[in-house]
């Protein structure tokens, strides 16, 4: 059996999401930002008349948020059947893996991402984190 | 008269839609026997026409449905098989059914139609006789082997046609024969889904957002044909707009007819005497609307006859006639439905009010002191307040007002309530018309853009140069308008924004919420636009300060504030000011009297009493075109006219009758069109939001509508350059005459 996995780097980390979860992928659009909005909320974006929440990718994962001149990409899942725009450093290739390259994370795995990877596709010259959408997305 | 046909007319289109329904159930039947559900359907259909039938007094009808549900019952209880024989009895028995209705429908009665071959038929079917055995009386049970193509011609009704069943064409199609004129109740009503309209009106938001992105981009591109093309496709927006929200509007009186009765039981069970006047029955309101005030509506009610209306022995003894008046009235104004529940009763002393607030803990003595009655009313939406001297079962127990408000604020609305001690109170719902699309303003903060409903603005002012106006108490800065205090909330500090280095040149909009009100300060006002709440991630709505988000013509989000959530959070920041804030000060600031006409739908004029000359009545037609610029003959002379329609940037529209403002100074004079002439007010103009527009100085607020301030001076001049340059002496007489 083999997975498919929309990838995506932050931070030089590979990670990878169930393509079935993912719309699309854009590049930054115009946001409006949410006075008091909980952390790791980047704003709002008008996805084809779509209302769209925003979620700074870095900062769920312990990392700086986005700043003023970073150009991130957006890639939009599905949570609840609801569009949720990630904020993540360079969208990748979909990767077909096998499932039996699939492992639990190591124990190495720094404590800020243990509660969203839920595992690691080990990849000829690379680690794969597979991210838990739900969670991540869930601010 | 008139609502029993509207009874007998809603009973024979719900009766064809279901009959239509039993058709193809039968048929399904057949090929599903026994099928538990499709026979409930099938038994619950004719059961219902039966019962209506019955109570209309329709004989024929309800004989034959009887018939038909006896046999229906035991194939639905499993006594009996479907068999073919079943079906064909049950299908003539559908298609009498339908042919009395089409004999109600075309004349109010059930005529003549002899109905006992049908039944005779039935029973016989129901009581086991072999189908070759019935002859004579059923013979309209052996007809067509086949399922009947046309329905309507398998039962001629006369039992000389049904002797030969068989043949479809002597169906004399009684319906078809009386082709009258007026449309069937069928043809001229339908039943949608509401769903389908819900998804509709979505639409149309979108289409909304789309026009106000073409507007935007007309407005920069300044292209006389796409500005054109745009006017009209806002136009045909607009009538879609209104043309489906009409499909969901219902009139009030969906709620309200369940009153008289809910009046006459309360009443009576607490010994009240109440006469009950309903105004604006026929006041239309989006259905969703229409559910979400019901409760609310009945709290009020039920208040205001347990705690509002005395015991007829105390109103006479106060001098009152021994029966209470309850006033229900509804009515449009301004894009809201206004909804008032008036009695006459005993009123609400805000004394009692502020000492219960002080008993109960919700306030201090100190707070209430110096709070003015319509304040102290506020107190009433407290939760946990509760005026009822003793709890009856009606209503106070402990639940109230707060209910009430919490339920009218769900839907952005706003409640107030106005009494006056031994005159009676009245309690006032401003809803808006509809939920999906709102008025609103467009403000900006710190570079941002912001959202305000329409409904929670009472008015703009705009902070001069020397802060007219601003005081502070303690720290906090509050404004003097027309001698009350206005506490002032930086929308910087509640969204955490860069601090305000100078109050000069910021917005007031005079908000109302919570049944107070206060001033939220804010950058500048960008627009009035229509906007559509899009749904938001519960991580936004969660914050508390949002009502929703919307798309503005730029395609930019825009977060909808909720207003009274940031009167709610800017307390908060403020608690310090205490409650003295509107503590009532000396009548001060100038006002003028300012005539207000009304241009297009929706929009209207203010412009200074002062300086109008005369106001006139003129069919359209006295309008000229004289080389590109509008002239009308006045009093001998060619005078300049300007279509105020076209300074608010709203395109020329075609009106049987024209309001005509004429401005004169010496021999020279100019027109200015508008619709109609609403009224002369006295009101403060430097209370007046921000620039916007040619010949226009700002806006402000005349009776709750934002009100377009004309620049007099230079749009006269503009019309007529020369104007001004006419004698000062020969100044003409000022604005009595109208």
């Known amino acids: ?139 | 008269m008139d609502a029993m046909d509207e009874i007998v007319r809603e009973f024979v289109v719900e009766s064809y839609e279901n009959l239509d329904q039993l058709d193809s159930d039968l048929v399904a039947l057949e090929s599903e026997v026994g099928s538990r559900s499709l026979l409930s359907s099938v038994f619950r259909t004719i059961h219902t026409i039966k019962g209506t039938s019955g109570f209309l007094g329709f004989g024929a009808l309800e004989g034959v449905t009887h018939v038909g549900e006896s046999l229906l019952a035991e194939l639905r209880d499993g006594k009996r098989e479907m068999d073919q024989r079943t079906t064909d009895v049950l299908l003539t028995m559908v298609d009498c059914v339908r042919e009395i209705l089409g004999a109600i429908e075309a004349t109010g009665a059930e005529g003549d139609l002899d109905t006992t071959t049908v039944v005779a038929a039935i029973q016989a079917v129901l009581d086991g006789e072999e189908a070759p055995a019935a002859e004579a009386p059923a013979a309209s049970s052996a007809p067509a082997p086949v399922l009947p193509a046309k329905p309507a011609a398998v039962l001629p009704a006369a039992p000389a046609a049904a002797a030969e069943p068989v043949e479809p064409e002597p169906a004399p199609e009684p319906t078809a024969a009386e082709e009258a004129p007026v449309r069937s109740a069928t043809e001229s009503s339908i039943r949608v889904d509401v769903e389908v309209l819900d998804a509709l009106m979505r639409h149309v938001g979108e289409l909304v957002l789309a026009r106000n992105a073409m507007t935007s981009i007309a407005a920069e591109l300044d292209d006389p044909a796409l500005v054109h093309a745009t006017q009209r496709l806002a136009l045909i927006a607009t009538e879609l707009q209104q043309g489906v929200m009409k499909t969901r509007m219902q009139p009030i009186d969906n709620v309200w007819s369940k009153v008289p009765r809910m009046v006459r039981d309360i009443s009576a069970s607490l010994g009240r005497q109440v006469r009950l006047d309903m105004i604006g029955k026929e006041t239309e309101l989006d259905r969703g609307v229409l559910e979400a005030i019901k409760d609310p509506l009945t709290h009020l009610i039920r208040n205001a006859i347990d705690h509002g209306i005395e015991a007829p022995e105390q109103r006479t003894a106060a001098g009152k006639p021994a029966q209470g008046v309850l006033t229900l009235r509804a009515y449009h104004q301004g894009g809201q439905v206004v909804i008032e529940i008036a009695d006459d009763g005993k009123g609400i002393d805000p004394q009692a009010i502020a000492a219960k607030a002080v008993e109960r803990g919700l306030r201090s003595a100190a707070d209430v002191a110096d709070l003015a009655p319509q304040d102290v009313f506020q107190l009433l939406f407290l939760p946990g307040f509760s005026t009822a001297e003793k709890v009856t079962h009606v209503s106070g127990r402990g639940v109230g007002m707060d209910v009430v408000k919490t339920k009218v604020d769900a839907i952005g609305g706003v409640v107030d309530v106005q009494s006056t001690v031994g005159v009676g109170t009245t309690w006032r719902l401003r809803i808006p018309l509809t939920l999906a699309i709102m008025p609103a303003l467009t403000v900006e903060c710190a570079a941002e853009t912001y959202a305000i409903p329409q409904i929670n603005l009472l008015e703009l002012l705009a902070i001069d140069d020397k802060q007219t106006g601003v005081e502070y108490v303690g720290e906090a800065p509050v404004f003097r308008l027309r001698g009350r205090l206005l506490p002032l909330v930086d929308l910087r500090d509640v969204l955490d924004r860069t601090p305000r280095e100078s109050l000069v040149g910021a917005v007031i909009a005079v908000m109302h919420a919570d049944g107070g009100r206060f001033g939220l300060l804010v950058d500048h006002v960008r627009n009035t636009e229509e906007i559509v709440a899009k749904p938001i991630s519960a991580a936004v709505k969660g914050i508390g300060l949002y009502a929703g988000a919307t798309l503005l013509g730029d395609g930019s989000v825009t977060l909808i504030l909720d207003i009274p959530a940031v009167a709610r959070r800017a307390l908060e920041l403020q608690e310090a000011i205490g409650d003295d804030r509107e503590a009532v000060v000396a009548e001060t600031g100038a006002t003028e009297q300012m005539l207000i006409v009304s241009v297009g739908e929706d929009r209207q004029v203010a412009m200074p009493m002062g300086m109008v000359t005369r106001l006139e009545r003129f069919p359209m037609d006295v309008l000229e075109r004289v080389s590109g610029s509008l002239v009308m003959q006045y009093r001998g002379r060619i005078t300049p006219v300007v279509d105020l329609a076209q300074i608010l940037g709203m395109g020329t529209t075609f009106r049987e009758e024209l309001a005509v403002v004429v401005c004169q100074r010496g021999d020279r004079s100019v027109a200015l069109v508008a619709d109609e002439v609403v009224d002369i007010v006295e009101c403060a103009t430097e209370d007046r939001s921000e620039v916007s527009g040619f010949g226009l100085l700002g806006s402000i607020i005349v009776r709750g509508r934002v009100t377009e301030l004309l620049d007099l001076e230079t749009t006269v001049r503009d019309a007529d350059a020369r104007f001004y340059d006419a004698q000062d002496a020969e100044l003409v007489g000022v604005g009595s005459e109208h």
């Open chain 1, 1 to 139: 059996m083999r997975h498919q996995l929309a990838t995506f780097k932050l931070d030089d980390c590979l990670y990878g999401i169930d393509v079935s979860r993912v719309q699309e992928a854009l590049r930054m659009q115009a946001h409006t930002p949410v006075p008091h909005a909980p952390k790791g909320v980047a704003g709002l974006v008008n996805l084809r008349g779509q209302v769209v929440l925003l979620v700074d990718l870095r900062v769920r994962l312990g990392r700086e948020a986005f700043g003023e001149d970073d150009e991130p990409m957006m890639m939009v899942v599905k949570v609840d059947g609801e569009p949720v725009s990630l904020l993540v450093d360079q969208v990748g290739d979909v990767l077909e893996i096998d499932a039996s390259r699939y492992g639990s994370p190591p124990p190495t795995l720094e404590p800020a991402l243990r509660d969203f990877v839920t595992g690691v596709y080990s990849l000829d010259d690379d680690l794969l984190l597979a991210l838990d959408v739900d969670l991540a997305a869930q601010v």
